[in-house]
C-alpha cells in the first residue's frame, strides 16, 4: 500500500486504533493530522515519533472540526483521507441507563463522524477525490447488552457509510467502514474480567485483535490499492459474527 504524499485526518490518534493508523500512514508515506481529545502526552509522543500533527479536538467542537480542515486546505490545498475514528462507550442497560449517558455516546460517535464528513465533503471534491473511512464495530451489526446507545451510533455509521458513498461517487469520493471486533485497546481494558472470557470463547480465531490488525485495513480502504470499493464494510473480528457459538 502507498500513501505518499496523501494527505489525511484522524481522529483519536492518541491511543489504540487510531494510534496505529496515524503510525502506519505516516509510515507509508501520508502527511498525518490527527486529534485528540485529552491525551496531550501521549499525542506530543506520536507526532514527534511519526512526524504528524497532533491536535486537540473534542468531537463535539464543531467550530473546531471546521477549523482544522478549513486549515489543512489553507495549508495543503488538499486533503485525500478522512478517518472517523475517535470514539466512547458508555455502557448501561437501557432501562436504567440516564438519558444524559445516551447522548454522550450518540454525539461523540455519530455526530462527530457527521461533522468531520460534512466538512471534508467539499476539500475532497476540490481535491479531485478522496477516501473516507469511518470505524463503525460489530456492536452495530449485531445486539450487546448495556450497548444500545453505542450499537444506535455503530449502526447508524453504517446507515451513513452507504448513503454518503451513493451521494460522493460521481464526485470520486469514497466511503467505507471498517467493523472491528474485540480489539486489545484501552476500550477494551476496562471490560470486566468474566465478560471478556465469554466474549473470547465466541472468537472463532480464539483471541482479541491488534490495533494494527484494524490500522491495515483502514490503510487499505484509505489507499487507491481499493480504487473499485465504496459503500462497503470490511468486518475485522476473528470470526466473531461470521461463525455460530455451538
Ligand atoms: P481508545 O483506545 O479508547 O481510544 C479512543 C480515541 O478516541 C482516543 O484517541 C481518544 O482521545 C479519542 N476520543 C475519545 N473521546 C473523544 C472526544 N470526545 N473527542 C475527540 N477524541 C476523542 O479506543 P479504540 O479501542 O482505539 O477505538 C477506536 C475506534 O474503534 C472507536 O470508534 C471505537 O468505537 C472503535 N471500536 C473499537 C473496538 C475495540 O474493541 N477496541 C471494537 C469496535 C470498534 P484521548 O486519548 O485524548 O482521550
Same mark, same amino acid.
Given at each position: 500500500m502507498d500513501l505518499k504524499d496523501k494527505v489525511a485526518i484522524v481522529t *483519536?490518534? =492518541? &491511543?489504540g486504533i487510531g494510534k496505529k493508523t496515524v503510525e502506519l500512514f505516516s509510515a507509508l508515506g501520508a502527511h498525518v493530522y490527527f486529534t485528540y481529545n485529552s491525551r496531550r502526552d501521549e499525542a506530543a509522543e506520536i507526532a514527534e515519533k511519526t512526524g504528524s500533527v497532533a491536535i486537540q479536538c473534542d468531537q463535539k467542537d464543531k467550530d473546531c472540526i471546521l477549523n482544522i480542515v478549513d486549515s489543512t486546505f489553507d495549508k +495543503? +490545498? &488538499? #486533503?485525500?483521507i478522512l478517518v472517523n475514528n475517535a470514539g466512547i462507550t458508555d455502557d448501561q442497560f437501557f432501562a436504567i441507563a440516564d438519558i444524559t449517558q445516551w447522548y454522550k455516546v450518540l454525539e461523540v460517535n455519530l455526530n462527530g463522524t457527521i461533522y468531520w464528513s460534512k466538512s471534508v465533503c467539499k476539500p475532497m471534491i476540490l481535491s479531485g477525490g478522496g477516501a473516507i473511512v469511518n470505524v463503525a464495530s460489530v456492536s452495530g451489526l449485531v445486539g450487546i447488552p448495556g450497548q444500545t446507545n453505542y450499537s444506535t451510533s455503530k449502526g447508524a455509521i453504517l446507515a451513513f457509510t452507504r448513503s454518503l458513498a451513493a451521494e460522493l461517487a460521481s464526485k470520486n469520493v469514497r466511503v467505507n467502514s471498517v467493523v472491528p471486533g474485540f480489539i486489545e485497546t484501552d476500550m477494551t481494558e476496562k471490560m470486566p474480567r468474566d465478560i471478556k472470557k465469554q466474549n473470547l470463547g465466541k472468537i472463532a480465531l480464539k483471541r482479541f485483535g491488534k490495533p494494527e490488525e484494524v490500522a491495515k485495513v483502514i490503510a487499505f480502504l484509505a =489507499? %487507491? %490499492? =481499493? =480504487?473499485? #470499493?465504496? *459503500?462497503q464494510k470490511i468486518v475485522v473480528d476473528g470470526g466473531l459474527t461470521a461463525t455460530t457459538i455451538f
Open positions: *483519536g490518534g =492518541s &491511543r +495543503k +490545498k &488538499r #486533503i485525500d =489507499s %487507491d %490499492d =481499493s =480504487s473499485y #470499493i465504496t *459503500g
